[in-house]
Nanobody, 126 residues
């Protein structure tokens, strides 16, 4: 059974930084592409960042480019999202997601990910 557990969320002031972690069990993080999504209150869940199965291709939403960095540590079976220069509009619940095994490239649609974590809250105050 695949499980994804996010951690690292919290409350920070604008301009601050956080690093989110997504620990996987039941499979390796290199089994497929993985992604980070977020959902602000009253809004749809949106793509934030993705990493390919090989870990060599990363993708970012325009709103987070140059501020967020996705990475993974295969030895720890964990995917990370480093966030800097946080803005109030980054406030949301952040979710880690995994594609089915063998799907090599991250996609921006939630329907492309059968496995989801429970989410971690990020709150950025001005």
């Amino acid at each position: 059974q695949v499980q994804l557990v996010e951690s690292g969320g919290g409350s920070v002031q604008a301009g601050g930084s956080l690093r989110l972690s997504c620990a996987a069990s039941g499979r390796t993080v290199s089994s497929s592409a993985m992604g980070w999504f977020r959902q602000a209150q009253g809004k749809d869940r949106e793509f934030v960042s993705g990493i390919s199965q090989t870990g060599t291709i990363t993708q970012y939403a325009d709103s987070v480019k140059d501020r967020f960095t996705i990475s993974r540590d295969s030895a720890k079976n964990t995917v990370y999202l480093q966030m800097i220069k946080l803005k109030p509009e980054d406030t949301a619940v952040y979710y880690c997601a995994a594609r089915s095994a063998g799907h090599t490239i991250a996609v921006v649609t939630t329907s492309g990910y059968p496995y989801w974590g429970q989410g971690t809250q990020v709150t950025v105050s001005s």
